[in-house]
């Protein structure tokens, strides 16, 4: 005897309705009813403020569709910077908080480990590139020094790519020449430029800036790919200047100077224009010549 179809979907239905009723009803009940402690603001701090314990407050709220990466203690908090405004009631969520002091130039909060950054002051229109330079150039350095008759003018390797970090006036402001000021706006002038170096940088830019004149040529902007090869050059030239982690004493800080006025050997291996070759003594060379004569006899 056939069951009738209707019997059948009524004993579903019944079925259906008892699995809602005791299981689906109460796992759902049980999530949106359960509670836990989270860390919520309890007075207005402002972007950049260090957040002490009495701005925040511990409280019990419902877990459901909470975010996993929400604080929920206090001492995670307590000792950090607010990223943005914070108010009353606001939870506190990994991208609100920083935990080193926030700059207004945002280029000085990750400088990498084991460089620094450093200013050199541009002393007339021409040593600043007539005042065209932006964050993230990469940019070469020739000292001018009018004490050095011989070679006043030298290529300095330590200083063939170096990455410009900003650019400020003359009240450390940040110079914005992307855009073109307003009619009634004076343009702003460059006064010093922020750059990324290493310590041997940094030395022998403060070195030659008191020597003599820095002079900004622009090698790269916009490329970033051009900008990285440009950047390990750089780093290839210091190592073979310098060795692997080890710090520039005085001997090779003057011994740079002394080579950095003098023609090196092109990057194919050329050593035609080298100063070796090119400044030995005469009686050298003849007698050089002289053994050469000899061994062809």
Same mark, same amino acid.
């Given at each position: ?11 579903? @239905?019944?079925?259906?309705? $008892? ?12 999530? /949106? ?9 309890? +007075? ?5 403020? =260090?957040?002490?314990? &009495?701005?925040?407050? =511990? ?9 996993? @990466?929400?604080?929920?203690? /206090? ?14 009631? &606001? ?29 050199? +002051? /541009? ?9 065209? %330079? ?18 006043? !003018? ?14 400020? &006036? ?8 992307? +855009? ?13 430029? +922020? !750059? ?9 830019? /403060? ?23 440009? =950047?390990?050059?750089? @780093? ?9 982690? %080890?710090?520039? @004493? ?11 006025? *003098? ?13 070796? $070759? ?13 053994? *050469? ?5």
């Amino acid at each position: 005897m056939k069951m009738n179809n209707r019997f059948i979907y009524g004993i579903l @239905s019944i079925v259906l309705a $008892a699995v809602i009723a005791f299981i689906a009803i109460p796992a759902v009940t049980s999530r /949106t009813s359960s509670t836990c402690e989270i860390v919520r603001m309890k +007075t207005a701090v402002t972007r950049g403020t =260090l957040i002490t314990p &009495d701005d925040l407050e =511990l409280v019990e709220v419902g877990g459901f569709n909470l975010p996993d @990466s929400v604080a929920r203690r /206090t001492e995670d908090v307590a000792g950090t910077y607010a990223a943005a405004d914070l108010c009353p009631g &606001d939870y506190i969520l990994p991208e609100k908080v920083s935990s080193v002091p926030l700059s207004s130039d945002l280029s000085l909060n990750e400088i990498p480990d084991g460089m620094v950054a450093i200013s050199i +002051t /541009t002393q007339t229109l021409a040593t600043s590139l007539s005042d065209k %330079l932006q964050g993230g150039d990469i940019i070469r350095l020739y000292h001018y020094d009018d004490n050095n008759v011989l070679e006043p !003018v030298s290529d300095i390797p330590e200083l063939r790519f170096v990455k410009v970090l900003s650019v400020s &006036d003359s009240k450390g402001l940040d110079v914005d020449y992307t +855009t073109p000021p307003e009619e009634d706006e004076e343009r702003q002038q460059t006064a010093t430029i +922020t !750059v990324l170096a290493t310590p041997e940088q940094a030395m022998l830019l /403060t070195r030659y800036e008191n020597e003599g004149i820095l002079h900004v040529a622009l090698i790269s902007r916009g490329n970033e790919k051009l900008s990285v090869e440009l =950047l390990e050059r750089q @780093s290839e030239i210091l190592s073979t200047l310098y060795g692997d982690g %080890l710090e520039l @004493s005085d001997e090779d800080l003057e011994s740079s100077i002394n080579v950095s006025g *003098q023609s090196d050997p092109d990057e194919t291996g050329n050593t035609e224009n080298s100063p070796t $070759a090119a400044n030995a003594p005469a009686d050298d060379r003849q007698d050089t010549e002289s053994g *050469q004569t000899s061994g062809n006899e």
